[in-house]
């Protein structure tokens, strides 16, 4: 067989070969092209579940700090409503205690007519104030002490030689606390020091 009926025969075996192959790669270019598109959207996909996964742990740890906190203030007001319960009924045995101050102070030990009343009175009396500091409840009985506008309230003030300026020189009434919190202050007479002595040279 010559050269050129070899040459004529593969021809047209190559021109189906070219012709079968450009189908084949159409095809893969087209699955390729398909299978980019489809990266690319399950990319997207994925970032678009990420950021609703850190949205959503932002909102847990945004919730779970919101409970801490109500959880926090709860136990404050349980707190504070047990130790502040007594106020009300505070208030009211301090008149009680007062009348107890003065009839002791009326009243003389020594006196054999009224040792026997001043003597329970005492008694009861330390017994009242035992009780009640039992529940926080606590007497400001301030003489001599520096004055203090957080506990005491003055009436006035008074020279004294006795007393250094700024001092409670007389306890009228008596403060109270209850779980260091001011129920009344004390009333008090402060001192504004002894008199200016003028000193000539």
């Known amino acids: 067989m010559s050269k050129k009926s070899i040459e004529a025969e593969q021809a047209p075996v190559e021109a189906v070969l070219d012709t079968e192959a450009t189908p084949q790669e159409a095809s893969l270019v087209d ?3 398909q299978a980019n598109f489809r990266v690319e959207e399950l990319e997207q996909a994925l970032a678009e579940a990420q950021a609703k996964v850190d949205e959503q742990k932002d909102s847990v740890i945004r919730a779970a700090a919101e409970v801490d906190n109500i959880r926090r203030r709860a136990a404050m007001d349980v707190d504070k409503a047990r130790k502040f319960a007594l106020e009300k009924f505070a208030n009211e045995l ?4 007062d009348n107890m101050e003065r009839a002791l102070a009326v009243s003389d030990a020594a006196d054999e007519a009224t040792k026997a009343v001043h003597e329970g009175v005492e008694l009861t009396m330390r017994g009242l104030l035992t ?3 039992k529940f926080g409840i606590k007497p400001v009985d301030p003489q001599g002490e520096a004055f203090d506008p957080e506990l005491h309230q003055a009436i006035g003030m008074q ?3 006795e007393f ?4 409670v020189m007389l306890v009228m009434q008596k403060g ?3 779980n260091e919190r001011l129920l009344r202050p004390a009333m ?3 001192s504004q020091g002894g008199p200016s002595v003028d000193v000539e040279a």
């Open 164 to 167: 250094p300026a700024n001092t």
């Open 131 to 133: 009780a009640v500091d």
């Open 159 to 161: 020279p004294s030689a």
């Open 176 to 178: 109270y606390l209850l």
């Open 188 to 190: 008090v007479m402060v």
């Open 94 to 97: 301090l008149p009680v205690l």
């Open 31 to 33: 699955e390729l092209t």
